[in-house]
């Protein structure tokens, strides 16, 4: 399994976040990947750029975005089958944005959003999880969730252990 992260407007594919969550599944014996999006100002043209990179993956993966990077794994599951999502203050319903709808053919999909984020209002991701009758975390914390990085972290091992538990029942039938 391989795990695929897509980074927010103004961050980097190696940030401390992204980081501390790669070296997670890397212990738990996964392929990790970080897509780097940094020459790509636009949300949708990065949503390409990682349909594109799934076009020839041959793993089963996981998505995991964060801020603009959870719009454009979330907006990619429209197309590719991953085994899961997990995204954190993820900005969906962004007025600026192409889509505004979102449809998934599955169900394993979790999202951890900061009760302080003043950059992406937590009741957009309220409102995506109701609708998608999905797993929402809402926690201490701002949009960057640093204050909150342990328990992010729980909650994204609890997540990885979960899927592969999931995936391997798959795999076996």
């Known amino acids: ?29 996964l392929t990790v990947e970080s897509i780097d999006y940094s020459n790509i100002a636009s949300p949708d043209e990065r949503v390409n750029k990682l349909n594109d990179y799934l076009a020839n993956e041959t793993q089963p993966y996981i998505l995991v975005g964060s801020s603009m990077g959870g719009y454009v794994s979330l907006v990619a599951t429209q197309t590719n089958k991953p ?4 995204l954190l203050a993820p900005a969906l319903f962004m007025p600026d944005y192409r889509h505004k709808i979102y449809t998934t053919t599955f169900s394993n999909i979790e999202i951890v959003h900061g009760w302080s984020d003043d950059i992406i209002p937590v009741e957009y991701s309220i409102k ?21 990085i342990e328990q992010v ?16 029942f798959m795999v076996k039938k």
């Open 153 to 168: 972290i729980k909650l994204f091992e609890s997540f990885l252990l979960k899927t592969k538990a999931q995936y391997e």
């Open 1 to 29: 399994m391989k795990i695929i992260f897509s980074h927010g407007k103004e961050s980097g594919p190696w940030g401390s976040k992204i980081s501390k969550l790669a070296n997670i599944g890397k212990t738990a014996g």
């Open 128 to 148: 995506y999880a109701q609708q998608a009758q999905c797993t929402l975390h809402l926690i201490d914390g701002d949009h960057r969730l640093n204050s909150s």
């Open 83 to 86: 085994l899961g999502v997990f």
